[in-house]
Nanobody
């Protein structure tokens, strides 16, 4: 069982930056690939970024590539999403999720943190 708690969301002006954190419980955190997703009002949840268990593998949605960076510190059971050059269209609730390495489905989800980017 893995519990995930996101933090770091807030209100920021366009062009600004935020860093989201996702703290995980459990001793097996390092065996999970981690992902960030977001859901804007009236829209479906969409993939933002993922990172493999070791941190060597990352992937990003085209809409955030070059602006967002995902990272993890396994010793702290934490995954981060550094968001730079934020745009109003980045406004959404951001969720972190965990999936066992080698699996395509995410088994665990956090409660989400709100990010609002003003123009």
């Amino acid at each position: 069982q893995v519990q995930l708690v996101e933090s770091g969301g807030g209100l920021v002006q366009a062009g600004g930056s935020l860093r989201l954190s996702c703290a995980a419980s459990g001793r097996t955190f390092s065996s999970y690939a981690m992902g960030w997703f977001r859901q804007a009002p009236g829209k479906e949840r969409e993939f933002v970024a993922l990172i493999g268990w070791s941190g060597r593998t990352t992937a990003y949605a085209d809409s955030v590539k070059g602006r967002f960076t995902i990272s993890r510190v396994n010793a702290k059971n934490t995954v981060y999403l550094q968001m730079n050059s934020l745009k109003p269209e980045d406004t959404a609730v951001y969720y972190c999720a965990a999936r066992p390495s080698g699996q395509t489905e995410y088994d665990y989800w956090g409660q989400g943190t709100q990010v609002t980017v003003s123009s």
